[in-house]
């Protein structure tokens, strides 16, 4: 740290982001990327985007907000289109939280939104889940504060049902309530269809994980238009370009191409439900996850020590230290053949084990 760095930012713990190592070829199960390139049509339109790269992109991204809206069933006016679901967040916090409206969210759920509460000097309080790591709605009712709520929450991988969160909204209609459903499309329940009815909900979504877009930061909320009006004066107050022309044209690409996204989330479930049964055929434990990642644990080795042998022998999971969490890995679901890898290496680790 410099001596130039303002006092505000001296305590910040900025978030760390799975391993990307570069020093040997790992199979990477760690960060919840999805095993299958992008979209020919979105790397058609990206790159013939990329021809005009000296142009600034458009600022509102009409097109793209257009297609977002047309496949949600929302109007154009519900959607703004972000720099990775990150920056939605973000803007979420700038916008509906402060010292006196803090965010509220679980003590075991995404990590960011910590950091997003330190960076934005927010007061935050966390709410523990249940020992079985599940969420209890109504420990979130007669809470003050803008409530954020992952569905499917992470590490995790359960879900709470609509009915849970239209109960929130219902609790307290003065208060805005963030549901990130960046793991939505892999089984879980959006709250999409929500929004006309409560004007305090705001729905984040990402192309990183079901639309294979990791690498070029797209995300986007969902929400009454004054929410979104909000949002875009943030917006507006800190990069108007946030979303670039070959990210934006890529979605696009992505958007059109139904057939390949649902086609991937298939194929991700199914390895899931596979890998699952293989998993708890080995003696693991599993919370019921409806995303693209397994959250595992089991009595036969502790869960630093699993990470550090599959890491030894060239498979990435990610291992949280927090005390309530760390017999588990979050195991992102790959192809079928990284995940029989997966598979053999740990029956190879628990047989050298004995
Ligand atoms: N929400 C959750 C729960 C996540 O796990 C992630 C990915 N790390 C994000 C939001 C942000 O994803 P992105 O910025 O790539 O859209």
């Given at each position: 740290m410099s001596k130039f760095?303002?006092?505000?930012?001296?305590?910040?713990?900025?978030?760390?982001?799975?391993?990307?190592?570069?020093?040997?070829?790992?199979?990477?199960l760690n960060t919840n990327e999805s095993p299958f390139p992008p979209s020919k049509k979105a790397v058609k339109y990206s790159a013939a985007a990329a021809k005009r790269l000296m142009l600034y992109p458009d600022p509102d991204q009409r097109e793209?907000?257009?297609a977002v809206a047309k496949n949600?069933?929302?109007?154009?006016?519900?959607?703004?289109?972000?720099?990775?679901?990150?920056?939605?967040?973000?803007?979420?916090?700038?916008?509906?939280?402060?010292?006196?409206?803090?965010?509220?969210f679980p003590d075991i759920t995404y990590g960011f939104y910590k950091v997003f509460a330190e960076i934005n000097n927010v007061s935050y309080k966390e709410i523990p889940l249940k020992e079985d790591l599940t969420l209890d709605i109504n420990d979130y009712i007669g809470q003050k504060g803008t409530v954020f709520i992952a569905n499917p929450?992470?590490?995790?991988?359960?879900?709470?049902?609509?009915?849970?969160?239209?109960?929130?909204?219902?609790?307290?209609?003065?208060?805005?309530?963030?549901?990130?459903?960046?793991?939505?499309?892999?089984?879980?329940e959006s709250a999409v269809s929500l929004i006309e009815k409560y004007?305090?909900?705001?729905?984040?979504?990402?192309?990183?994980?079901s639309r294979s877009m990791a690498g070029a930061r797209l995300g986007f909320?969902?929400?009454?238009?004054?929410?979104?009006?909000?949002?875009?004066?943030?917006?507006?107050?800190?990069?108007?370009?946030?979303?670039?022309?070959?990210?934006?044209?890529?979605?696009?690409?992505?958007?059109?191409?139904?057939?390949?996204?649902?086609?991937n989330c298939k194929a991700i479930i199914e390895t899931r439900e596979w890998a699952s049964v293989e998993l708890e055929n080995l003696g693991f434990?599993?919370?019921?996850?409806?995303?693209?990642?397994?959250?595992?644990?089991?009595d036969l080795i502790g869960g630093a020590e699993l990470y550090k042998k599959l890491k030894e022998k060239g498979v990435l999971v990610r291992h949280f230290t927090n005390p309530i969490i760390s017999d588990y890995n979050r195991i992102t679901v790959g192809?079928?053949?990284?995940?029989?890898?997966?598979?053999?290496?740990?029956?190879?680790i628990l047989e050298e084990q004995k």
């Open positions: 760095l303002s006092d505000k930012y001296s305590n910040l713990s900025p978030y760390v982001p799975g391993e990307q190592p570069k020093e040997r070829k790992y199979i990477k793209l907000t257009a949600l069933g929302v109007k154009i006016e519900n959607v703004l289109l972000t720099n990775g679901s990150d920056e939605i967040l973000n803007f979420a916090f700038m916008a509906y939280c402060d010292k006196d409206t803090p965010a509220i929450n992470a590490p995790t991988g359960i879900p709470i049902p609509l009915s849970d969160i239209e109960k929130l909204l219902n609790s307290d209609r003065e208060r805005v309530v963030v549901i990130d459903e960046a793991y939505v499309d892999f089984g879980g004007d305090n909900l705001l729905v984040t979504q990402t192309f990183s994980k909320g969902v929400a009454g238009k004054e929410i979104i009006s909000d949002l875009n004066a943030v917006k507006y107050s800190t990069n108007p370009y946030n979303v670039n022309r070959t990210t934006a044209a890529a979605g696009l690409g992505a958007i059109e191409d139904k057939k390949y996204f649902e086609k434990t599993l919370t019921p996850s409806k995303t693209n990642f397994i959250f595992a644990k089991t192809s079928r053949v990284e995940m029989q890898t997966l598979i053999t290496t740990i029956k190879e």
